[in-house]
């Protein structure tokens, strides 16, 4: 069983930067082809903000094109959002997936 684990969380100030990890157990994320992260406002559906192929391709929301940057490091089985230039319409929790499921999240605040 996969199971994803989501770190990096916290508060930021506008324009600050906040690195979020998923860690993955169960399974070589090598062998998983596409893994992504995902973000949930109060009161809004969940939406995408990234994802990354096996090939290291990636693609991004345009809400967060240029300032955010999703990687992921097969030896340390986790997967990296790199968020730069944070904005309060940032504010959401985060949430990692895979197609064997989702972590519990990690809330992200922005606001001055």
């Known amino acids: 069983q996969v199971q994803l684990k989501e770190s990096g969380g916290g508060s930021a100030q506008p324009g600050g930067s906040l690195r979020l990890s998923c860690a993955a157990s169960?399974?070589?994320?090598?062998?998983?082809?596409?893994m992504g992260w995902y973000r949930q406002a109060p009161g809004k559906q969940r939406e995408l903000v990234a994802h990354?192929?096996?090939?290291?391709?990636?693609v991004y929301a345009d809400s967060v094109k240029g300032r955010f940057t999703i990687s992921r490091d097969n030896l340390k089985n986790t997967v990296y959002l790199q968020m730069n230039n944070l904005q309060p319409e940032d504010t959401a929790i985060y949430f990692c997936?895979?197609?064997?499921?989702w972590g519990q999240g990690t809330q992200v605040t922005v606001s001055s």
């Open positions: 997936w895979s197609v064997y499921g």
């Open positions: 169960g399974r070589s994320i090598s062998s998983i082809n596409v």
């Open positions: 990354i192929n096996i090939a290291g391709t990636t």
